[in-house]
């Protein structure tokens, strides 16, 4: 019986990501699966009467992006947030929010942002006089864009109950007036969560909403799966959204690692949300999965906080002297909590994957991992370190040798590389997000976004990786040249090696026959002819691979189709 397709692609440029045929120019799609790639002069007589013809006209066409790291539900509520992210300084960010809290019932929190005070002229920390003028009848909690800072104005501060003798919790600061003492507004990691305690809980239909606002939103940007690295019981939502045929996202759910430690006791509160995360863990529908847990070791780079072995280059002495070096995450509190956690979770076959930012954080969590495999054997258990963003030169070769994902945001570094030499002088400045270096060293990358750290455009992010130049221009020829990658390289990390990341490279990834339909088309050709960029260390190994178009033309390409699971889930008009 004869292949009848239901969508059939033909005149495309398509990097399947599939080493045993790189290439081609057609696929064809029966149900959810590719069961043909090949030519156009090949495929093109499989078309039935049913059968949709899609004529790419030469466009590149890639395997789905797969999205290594995202809050997703925080990135559809932030559809409808105020929007903080291009606010150019304190005075502007104050204008914005009184004109967003103007339009909000009374009594209604603002919540979300994204600031960035590092694009403000001095650099300066707001405060909360700043806001509370304008944001007098609605409690404020705002946060800098990498979630390790927030602004509170002084009635969130009052409904939380912070005042001048609240002390700093364990792996927070309460920033205060070095004369008066009283609380700036500024909170850092885990003093956030005293204010976070007193915000109502969002409703399910609201959280509904937000998935929705989400996936069509992933679904513009060829983004056709995710992994949520805080979805935890909110999996539901995600159920919910495909029960009713409206989720355009494969969604791999972690949940906390803090919530494994406590499994018996929450399976005392809510066995069915227990045995659900059970029933999915590692399986579960090929839309939404779970299996994975998420823990932190450190805070960020932009608040101060990440965990490095050396002070902070800008760092002011604290009142017994010492200096800044960052913040031990409470959730590494008290010693040995964390390798505890690792080992049980590990031992009863969870994914495990930290966050950690600086170099001591990243050096702490390997030891952890290396710890957690010699008590457990071996096994295919895939640790992921998310971000691995600065590490000594003796950390590297570890990720391949202790088979540790290197999951990293590229975008990131175009982002922090205005200012991480400010935080951390040229020299160590050189340890950031060096992905060439772990390509080399054999380690396997995962890209991501961090949305809403970042945007989720996964362009943006391949941009980042295969310049290196920094948001404010000031670095034309790359910051920290010898560190990009190739455009076949960092488009295989946000595709292959995102799913490798979690057991799914056998059903997705690339563009091969018998994985799941999930495919992006683009608007051009991103390795035609046009202005190449080189890296003249990696071009010896790997001449055409590094071979790409002009940077600009990577950035402002546009995807025009998003194919998931077989259906067409978004199409520019």
């Known amino acids: 019986m004869p292949i009848i397709p239901n969508l059939l692609l033909l005149n495309a440029t398509i990097h399947t990501m599939d080493a045993s045929q790189p290439t081609a120019e057609a696929a064809a799609i029966v149900g959810n699966r590719i069961v043909a790639v090949g030519t156009t002069a090949e495929l093109k007589g499989l078309a039935g009467p049913g059968t949709r013809v899609i004529d790419a006209g030469g466009r590149t066409v890639l395997p789905g992006f797969n999205d290594a790291h995202v809050h997703f539900l925080t990135g559809g509520f932030s559809l409808s947030n105020v929007d903080l992210r291009d606010a150019r300084s304190a005075e502007e960010m104050a204008r914005r929010l009184g004109a967003h809290a103007a339009r909000q019932p009374k009594g209604k929190w603002i919540l979300g942002g994204d600031w960035d005070h590092e694009s403000w002229p001095g650099a300066r920390l707001p405060g909360k006089e700043e806001i509370d003028g304008v944001t007098a009848e609605h409690p404020v909690l705002v946060n800098r864009l990498d979630g390790h800072m927030s602004l509170a104005n002084s009635l969130a501060l009052k409904l939380a109950g912070i005042t001048a003798a609240t002390k700093d919790p364990p792996g927070g600061i309460i920033e205060r007036d070095a004369r008066s003492g009283e609380p700036t507004g500024i909170l850092k990691d885990a003093a956030q969560e005293i204010v976070e305690r007193v915000i109502p809980a969002k409703t399910f239909e609201e959280k509904l909403a937000a998935a929705r606002a989400a996936t069509g939103y992933a679904a513009r940007f060829g983004v056709t799966s995710v992994t949520d690295m805080s979805a935890g019981e909110d999996v539901r939502v995600y159920e919910e959204l495909l029960r009713r045929g409206e989720l355009k996202t494969r969604i791999y759910a972690a949940r906390s690692i803090v919530g494994w430690e406590e499994g018996g006791k929450s399976e005392g509160r809510n066995p069915k949300a227990e045995i659900r995360m059970e029933r999915l863990r590692g399986a579960g529908d090929a839309m939404v999965r779970v299996g994975g847990l998420k823990g932190f070791a450190d805070g960020s780079l932009g608040s101060s906080t990440a965990l490095f072995f050396e002070p902070y280059a800008d760092a002011k002495p604290a009142s017994d002297g010492n200096l800044n070096r960052g913040l031990l995450f409470d959730q590494m509190l008290p010693e ?27 050096k702490m969590i390997l030891d952890v991992y290396e710890q957690a495999a010699e008590k457990n054997g071996p096994r295919d258990r895939r640790f992921r370190i998310e971000h691995a963003q600065h590490l000594r030169p003796a950390e590297v070769p570890r990720f391949a040798r202790q088979g540790v994902i290197a999951s990293m945001q590229p975008y990131h570094a175009a982002d922090d590389g205005r200012w991480c030499e400010k935080r951390l002088g040229p020299e160590r400045s050189r340890q950031a997000y060096v992905i060439r270096s772990l390509l080399d060293s054999g380690a396997t990358l995962a890209f991501g976004s961090d949305w809403t750290v970042a945007p989720l455009n996964p362009l943006l992010g391949i941009h980042a990786a295969t310049t290196r130049q920094t948001l404010d221009g000031k670095h034309p020829g790359g910051w920290i040249p010898e560190q990009k990658i190739s455009l076949e390289e960092a488009v ?69 189709m998003t194919i998931v699971d077989g259906r067409v889930v978004y199409e520019a008009r």
Do not use: C
């Open 336 to 362: 040995g909590i964390m390798p505890a956690r690792v080992t049980a979770a590990d031992k009863a076959g969870w994914q495990v994957m930290i966050h950690a930012i600086g170099d001591r954080a990243n």
């Open 492 to 560: 295989r990390a946000y595709t292959m090696g995102s799913a490798y990341a979690e057991f799914a490279e056998k059903e997705k990834g690339s563009i091969t026959v018998g994985k799941l339909a999930d495919l992006v088309m683009l608007d051009g050709d991103l390795w035609g002819a046009g202005k190449e960029i080189r890296n003249p260390k990696s071009e010896a190994r790997n001449p055409k691979g590094e071979v790409a178009r002009d940077g600009e033309e990577i950035k402002e390409s546009r995807v025009v």
